[in-house]
């Protein structure tokens, strides 16, 4: 068998210390567990159902009878691309998908005394080197290579059972249900986008893009007490269900306001404007499409009471398109920080530097979550001040999974869980 240090638990592809019992301790092999029943990604939107190698615990691990595993949009992008990160899937090494997920503990290695059998865990889903220059700074989050479950070559948690370095699965009390708990990872980055854009009491915040990253960073300002929430999306079905996420604390809407945001126009008739303000006398696209923006923008401050400031404090991009960067930009207040969360295309070929240097706003990219994320996201679940309920419109048994990608596809849901053990 071999492990390597920095895997710890993690199974690798065709890693022949995972294909049959051999080398599990004792105490798993009296658990006489039925197959791991797996969803694997193939190839683009093609997966398989069907049993992996049970994972070896490790004498610092634990084994983890996966209960909910959430679906988010890179997942996504893994299912319709066949991979991630620029990263295709090579077809004859199905990886299992999946990062979002909780489970009980059934068994713990021998050099563990955090956990016992039965507890409810998280699962943290990135595993970082510890040696890399990134994690030598603290931040682990951008480890340059970090094995994150779900990714190629990495195995995820959307099976029935997973093992993990006990210390990467943190607790969560009892109360917490299971598909609330499948939801724990992308409240940890609401928790981290919180951290990235300095989010503090009594700021206001706009969040464009209202998704579940959208959805979860405005339960996450609220709980941290934003004097204003506006959201923004460009699909009514999306404005509407936003308008409707209603706060633990207050019974009221989280969102001070939600607009329905049409594309921009980047017509002639509003390049009078632009062609003045335009060094060379004729306006380019994108001088028109900002002057657009910024018209648009200029609407909603005074429909909100934020013209006096001149925009919000904060911006969160969670949707990844162009308007939604110019819109962003034109909201965010001298001086604001405007957090990029949303992954877009590289091809975005307008970005209003002149009105960012101008207004010197702090421009941050984010990356995952970093320490602290999941035990604030926790404690925000277990104290009842973040209610993710609200946002989980459908489950599906794992025997279902390609249902369930197909339905996030397709757009109608917000968040979509799958239960693990129901194969
Ligand atoms: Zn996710
Ligand atoms: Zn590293």
Redesign the pocket.
């Known amino acids: 068998m071999q492990v390597d240090q920095n895997n710890g638990n993690r199974i690798d592809n065709n890693d022949s210390s995972t294909t049959n019992d051999i080398d599990q301790p004792a105490n798993v092999k009296a658990l006489n567990l039925p197959p791991n029943t797996s969803c694997l990604l193939v190839k683009t939107r093609t997966i398989a159902i069907e049993p992996i190698p049970l994972p070896s615990l490790q004498p610092d691990g634990v084994l983890v009878q996966v209960m909910a595993n959430g679906i988010c949009g890179s997942d996504m992008h893994s299912y319709l691309s066949g991979g991630v990160g620029g990263r295709p899937i090579d077809g004859s090494k199905p990886s299992v998908m999946g990062h979002e997920a909780a489970g009980i503990v059934i068994a713990v290695g021998s050099q563990v005394w955090s956990h016992v059998v039965g507890d409810h865990v998280a699962i943290e889903p990135g595993l970082?080197?510890?040696?890399?220059v990134?994690?030598k700074n603290g931040r682990?989050n951008i480890?340059?290579?970090?094995r994150y479950c779900g990714t190629p070559g990495v195995h995820g948690t959307l099976s029935r059972y997973y093992a993990l370095p006990a210390d990467m699965a943190p607790h969560i009390p009892k109360t917490i249900p299971w598909d609330v708990a499948g939801s724990i990872q992308p409240l940890a980055i609401g928790v981290q986008i919180g951290k990235r854009v300095d989010l503090r009491a009594h700021q206001t915040v706009a969040i464009f893009g209202c998704g579940p990253i959208g959805l979860i960073t405005a339960a996450v300002a609220h709980a941290y007490s934003a004097s204003k929430i506006i959201g923004f999306d460009i699909k009514p079905s999306r404005v509407d269900f936003a308008k409707k996420y209603l706060s633990p604390l207050t019974g009221r809407p989280i969102f001070d306001n939600v607009f329905l945001l049409d594309p921009l126009v980047i017509s002639e008739t509003n390049g009078t404007a632009a062609t003045a303000a335009s060094e060379h006398g004729h306006a380019t696209p994108g001088d028109r499409a900002w002057m657009a923006a910024q018209k648009n923008m200029d609407a909603v401050m005074k429909a909100t009471g934020l013209a006096l400031d001149g925009g919000v404090d904060r911006v969160v991009e969670a949707s990844g398109a162009q308007d939604a960067m110019l819109h962003g930009i034109a909201i965010c207040k001298d001086g604001g920080v405007y957090l990029q969360v949303g992954l877009g295309h590289i091809q975005t070929n307008m970005f209003p530097t002149i009105a960012l240097t101008n207004k010197e706003l702090d421009v941050r990219g984010i990356t995952r979550y970093t320490a602290s994320c999941f035990p604030s996201a926790i404690e925000m679940l277990g104290r009842g001040v973040v209610d993710l309920a609200q946002l989980i419109t459908a489950t599906y048994p794992l025997s279902q999974a390609k249902d369930a990608f197909e339905a996030v596809a397709a757009g109608n849901d917000i968040k979509v869980i799958i239960k693990n053990q129901e194969v």
Not at 128 to 132: A, F, S, T
Not at 143 to 146: E, N, P
């Open positions: 970082p080197c510890r040696k890399c990134n994690c682990m480890c340059t290579t970090v």
